[in-house]
């Protein structure tokens, strides 16, 4: 009976995805139609900054306001400019990238409406009732497994920047490597999602929900990498490593696919994993995805952002970014913490406009959250520098492994264990998960 169920669902969320697939390819531009310029919006602190900083960019005229809400400021900048722009910003207020780039001016002025209005949906009531399922998850966690992924992906693909190949090649390692997760399980499906504005792809990892699979959950974190010290679109010598941003976060979300797989985890709710392509340049691969979601109405119930996770850099462990997140979320998280790890200290900690993919989904409406490393500028000085390596991070990944305990919870709470109705033969209720034996770690 089930099977059959399973089966319906399948084709309900196959279909959401065909509609999200038609979406970005009638509505997103091609590579050939892509001008040289090209709207931004960026934080108004970030924007005076900017200004007084016009001799470094090729701009042939001076930077303008074309809108304004409060805190946020519309304008338009050279394509040729964005990696400097993001230089600029990450040595000021240490921001990668600080600014969202848009499409077209609607589409800017349409993320200063959203910025401006309250949110599209509330956020459903969030509950913790999944204890048995999440210490089962999470005494699968292997930090030998964490630390393999992000050593090759900053030594095997040591320049990750959107425009190298080395950035396409890594898209495809971790497709691969999720592919090899999720072998054997008819219900998860691997994919890229080719964007129009680079030739590096996002991956996107979906397990089917079996009972609500109309209802998506979202884990996410950038693959690319950048480098300040010198051009990173030919130059095969250009050294980008990024184990820290983002090689971490993309090892976090790997580890919970892992282990997701490996205890047959099957959820209520959707659940997908999505390593975004080209953040540093913003935000282009999460915009392009979180617009195609909102095209096809997918509906979206939670997102969480996993940037940068490995740097212990604060006194707390964790910090839970409070600004262009969802508060109820973010709430959330920090319950999540408080159940499962309560031996860890968290706070709350502001990172600026466009900081990280997060804004992308928040700023359609979403229900978006943020986990990061520490308190935001105390976190890794070497981002986007050649130092930002494994030795840098202590070759360990303790840290890493809180933000991967996390994820864990997160997923399960949200989406929910879906039980085969064969588990509750011996009188077990559904939704009764007392018979696991598993402790809370």
Known sequence: MWRRAFLVVCVTFLAATVAAQEVRSKDGPGKAEVEELA???????AFETLKEHEDAFAAS????????????????????DLDAISVVLHEAYRRCPGFVRHWTLADARRALDALAAPPAREPEAYTIDQPQAVARLTAAIEKPQILETIERLSTDFNNRYHLHPSGTAAALWIRDQWLAYAAGRPDVTVELFDHASTDQPSVILTIAGVTIPEEVVVLGGHLDSTSFNGGGTGNPNFIAPGADDDASGIAVLSEVV????????????????????AEEVGLWGSDEIAAAYQAAGVDVVAVLQ?????????????????????????????QLLDAYQPDLVWSLTACGYGCSDHASWNDRGFPAAFSFESLFGEHNPEIHTVDDTLATLGNNVDHAAKFTRLAVAFMVEIAKEWFEPDIFADGFESGDTSAWSATVP
């Open 61 to 80: 005229r001076p930077l303008s306001r074309f809108g304004e809400v409060p805190g946020v400021v519309l304008t338009r900048v050279r394509l040729d």
């Open 39 to 45: 709207w931004i919006t960026v934080g108004a602190d």
């Open 258 to 277: 892992r282990v997701a797989m490996v205890e047959n985890f099957h959820p209520q709710r959707t659940v997908s994993f999505m390593a975004y392509a």
């Open 306 to 334: 996993q940037d940068m996770t490995d740097y212990f850099g604060s006194d707390e462990d964790i910090g839970l970014i409070n600004d262009h997140t969802t508060p109820a979320l973010t709430a959330f998280l920090g």
